[in-house]
């Protein structure tokens, strides 16, 4: 028998209108299974809460903790930022998670090599789930904390 190369499927979502911790799980579930996952309109995404809460959170976290050297370190970037969710629901101390993590790649906008691939909407994240009209973007919120876009 002839060494077959077995091609890992790619799962590509898009994160327009959606909850951003309810398609993270998603993504997390597909790399740990040994997927390909990237997320592609990440500036889109939705995150639940008060604006100021949201903010003052964020901000503390960013600007009033910790050293210079020492951390928090809070990405900027929405795509950076929608990515280290994604390393928060996996083992990251295990190799495992580590393996994970590098199959999982966020995007800012539809990139080139997406433009003709049908992108999936997961169920159950999009915004007319929500039972509450406080919500953010995850764009507007990375503005804040001081993104160049």
Known sequence: ??????????????????????????????????????????????????????????????????????????????DKFVRRIVRGMLPWSKERGQTAFRRVMCYIGVPPQFKDVKAEQVKGAHLSKLNTLKYIKIGDLCKHLGAKQ
Not at 7 to 18: E, H, Y
Not at 20 to 42: E, M, P, W
Request: proline share 3%; hydrophobic share 40%.
């Open 1 to 78: 028998m002839a060494d077959e190369i077995k091609a890992t499927p790619m799962i590509v979502i898009d994160a327009a209108d959606s909850i951003v911790g309810r398609f993270c799980t998603h993504a997390a579930i597909h790399a740990l299974k040994g997927s390909n996952v990237s997320i592609i309109n990440c500036e889109k995404a939705l995150m639940t809460g008060s604006r100021a809460w949201i903010f003052a959170k964020y901000g503390h976290a960013r600007s009033d903790r910790g050293q210079i050297r020492h951390g928090p370190y809070i990405h900027r970037g929405s």
